[in-house]
């Protein structure tokens, strides 16, 4: 982990993300973040949850950030060290992003590293007709295509390809190698991680005798503002209408979005999970890990679906759901697969027995 | 989503994709199409499912392909904008295709696109010795390896690498980030989405003591004509033998197809699908997407298997297989997955109520 | 498949891959590797396990590597071809290594190859404080960032991005299009194929409002010495502290491994596999296809999963564990899995028979 080679307390870092500071004690001589038991005494750390109260009561953290009513269950010896926020773990958030901005200038300023500017703005293939925001940095390797407009302050890193008619919104930050085919829209502050592709073919065949026959995808994929998507994710374009994904969604690695989805404001999905053709997933949902969506379906808002369960049916209420299979020891559950098989002669018999029993119940 | 900037008539769309348009009625003015639900009066649309009947009577659409028995289901009223094809969406993904070129062809005159060539055909780097046909297009970064042959009119997008001593046939369509892995061969009209690698070393390692030692994957990958496959697929290289897609497979994105595996002609394959080695799948095969089959197994032709299932052993019939989990609300899910683990017990309680039974009845 | 221009003996693969040699027969002429049915006189093959016996006599091979206790099973109308070695599969695999060396000295040495170098070496963006050991290879399009090291013979494939700050193992061979975000380290002989993107964001967020606050991933990803990771794998960055991957591990192809997991060493992990964040795996273990492992869970040394089994907690013995749901004609799932949901009644009803037949037991 790197560390600031300057140190902060924890009122310079508050104050920094916007933050009051509340606390009579100072806090100085901080460098990092860490962990409450990986924590040392240049560590800021945090405690958000009850279950880590005796974590917290042996850190070695130089200061934590707590709230209220988990101040209140920590013993005395701690209590010099503790600093009292709102929301400890959205404090961590933020500061988490100022020291990575502190780390990249200070990373910058190394020794060495003036001695050529970084090689963006060489070796990229821009058209002619595609216009550049101010401020937009170009990696080696970029390639962008006719018409497509990159707006202010958008980082493309090495081997970004763009193509035509796009738009990148402002602030955006596309890591190495991303791909966004022609007429697809990313929203302001986007982040888009290596491998992803955005706009590509959507799944769309019609059978002819002893072939299938292409559908044309004349839609493209339309992404609002403060979306970030993790690496090697797809996301298709439409046939005839526009994907979908909303403000505030959360993508993480390896994960398939299929043609003509829409995907509501601030809905968070965990790697590896599959969204079929034409599902409408609400806002705020939360789709775990390994999750398949069937198409044609709509799922309502605030759904949280646990990881590996398939959704193949629309879903129309809040709420948790699940369909994962338990795990088990091979021997035990080579019983239970089998049995499982064997489900309706299971029934089959209790209602024979069911039946006996009424007739014997009956004399 | 993109129109036409000249507007176009049935006949023309249906005369133009090779088929016969039998129609009293003229439908002109038409400029894209769409769905039934989302068509205005320029817009062509489709019905090619009885499901959809009342969408389709609602329909704004300027004209609608119809097949003859749907035609007799809709009313007067719709009847002088019906166009009656043998299967409306073959004709509709025939004419998406036919539109496709024309939107093509029109973002190319755009004003202010003459005014550079388009990038191809700058900073590619070929090996002297590779091999390329007539009207062949390389993007921006393209890399070609010694030995191989890159057929007639086929066009390699932003960045893509291909090995050495590899052949990619006539009029494929590669899209920007494929990478080709030396020996490798697509078949004519291939079409590759971004990201995916094709001949990648399969998985294969032999143990010793402490450590794994590599075989050497000596095949290769061989695909056949009119082949696609979506974005981020891998599939491997075989071990002594080549991995084998045969003629007309269409595969959607994120697939893993092991070394050694043989899938049959015209077989599609949904997404996040994983075949592990030396499995063969038949011809005209629908899997679906999620599903993993294991290695070493054989399923004979027309098998579909639906979404997020296990194939564990060969399937010797024809037919629809599943084996996925039910999607329950979470409480109710807890109960069941105990329970199926409780299986064993369930059925020795059963037996011992049966035994009983029986006793009880035989006096 | 590619076959050697010069023949091998037994005798010279044996002692190429540092093993004795103790057979009277010489078998010479060889110039490939085969499986026992593909097998021709020019080959060389091998039986490793007693299911394939019968392949082993009916085999046209050239030589056939056997143990000795499969020697004895086999009639002596084959024993002249037969070698015997200690591991008939692990010699395989050295002999495999050692062809595929040859190969690559073959290919090179064709005609028209040395018209011109290979394009090595041209096209590189390297920063200058980056420090390149002896005998790095670097293909069109790599980007190497400030400060990071390339140790003694890796080869960089074309389009390969290296971050800041990155160490690059001796010996290492990453393929096209790998992306290595700032900070990351790969120890000696890592091998990764194409498309991998390893040190991408950990997926952490804290929630405000209306709103997702992205937690900023500070830490980095370390692999140590002799792993390889497969095509189109996602490995993400630790939030405070490093994602490990240990000594000889081997990943298949489209695999999540999210922030701050650590793999022990020699773990074999097939493809398709998600790992949540901040699991610990342990050493030798065997991770099926497809297998998703949740988040904060510890999985001990020696465990084995099989393929789509979904591991929810942690595993505190050795062994092997299962949980996917048996495949059936859809026909018979659709009842199983109606019946699934129903468990809990059917177990109601068992304890009202059970409850019944007590009473009719006691009089």
Sequence with gaps: LRKLSGAFSVAQALEAVGETFNSSTSHHGLTHLAG???????????????????????????????????RAALPASVSERLVTVANPYLSFAR??????????????????????PRPFGVGAWVHPSARLGQGVQLAP???IGAG????????????CVVGRDCTIGADSLLYPHVVIYDDCQLGARAVVHSGTVIGGDGFGFARAQEQWVKIAQLGAVRIAADVEIGSNCSVDRGT????????????????????NVRI??????????????SARIGSDCMIGGSVGILGHLDVVDKVTITPMSLVM??????GVYSGSSPLQAHRDWEKSAALLRNLPDLRSRLRALEALSKKTDQP
Excluded: M
Aim: aromatic content about 2%; glycine content about 8%; proline content about 1%.
């Design 141 to 143: 390797g970029v390639v």
């Design 148 to 159: 497509t407009v990159i707006e202010d302050r958008v980082r493309l890193s090495a081997h």
């Design 264 to 277: 509501g404001a601030r809905t968070v999905i965990a790697a590896c999970v599959g969204i079929a053709g």
């Design 313 to 318: 049916s629309g879903l129309d209420k809040p």
């Design 36 to 70: 409450l038991a990986q924590a040392d005494q240049q560590a800021l750390s945090f405690l958000s949850d009850r279950r880590y109260l005796s974590e917290a009561q042996a850190s070695r953290a130089g200061a934590i950030l707590v709230s209220d009513s988990l």
């Design 240 to 259: 005839l209408e526009d994907t979908v994904i909303e403000q505030g969604c959360k993508l993480d690695n390896l994960i398939q979005i299929a043609h």
């Design 95 to 116: 500061i988490s992003q100022w020291i990575a901005v502190q780390l990249e200038a200070q990373r910058e300023s190394q020794e060495g590293r003036d001695l050529a």
